[in-house]
């Protein structure tokens, strides 16, 4: 089983950015993908982004197209989700989360389609 931690969540204004950050261990010669999710209170989870572990390929929503990226340091296991002019309705706990290879379809973009979870970041974008 994979275990995911994130960092980098914190308090920044609109316009600002923030960088997450998401190690794994455990079992990542499974992982297929790394995907990352946001919810905000009373809110479903939301996809924002994944990121192919194998050939570094990424999706994103229209909500979050042109400001989020994501990369990875495979010789770290680690997956970045680059946040670039936030707005408030940003705002919202972050968490990533990896699909493993055979249990997922060839792009997850569903909570479902995902695995193993981390612990959730929380980021807050000020107006």
């Known amino acids: 089983q994979v275990q995911l931690v994130e960092s980098g969540g914190g308090y920044v204004q609109a316009g600002g950015s923030l960088r997450l950050s998401c190690a794994a261990s455990?079992?990542?010669?499974?992982?297929?993908?790394m995907g990352w999710f946001r919810q905000a209170p009373g809110k479903e989870r939301q996809f924002v982004g994944y990121?192919?572990?194998?050939?570094?390929?990424?999706y994103f929503p229209d909500s979050v197209k042109g400001r989020f990226t994501i990369s990875r340091d495979n010789a770290k296991n680690t997956a970045y989700l680059q946040m670039n002019s936030l707005k408030p309705e940003d705002t919202a706990a972050y968490y990533c989360a990896a699909a493993l290879i055979g249990r997922t379809t060839v792009l997850p973009r569903t909570a479902k389609e995902y695995d193993c979870w981390g612990q959730g970041t929380q980021v807050t974008v000020s107006s």
């Open positions: 455990g079992g990542t010669f499974s992982m297929y993908a």
């Open positions: 990121i192919n572990w194998g050939t570094g390929s990424t």
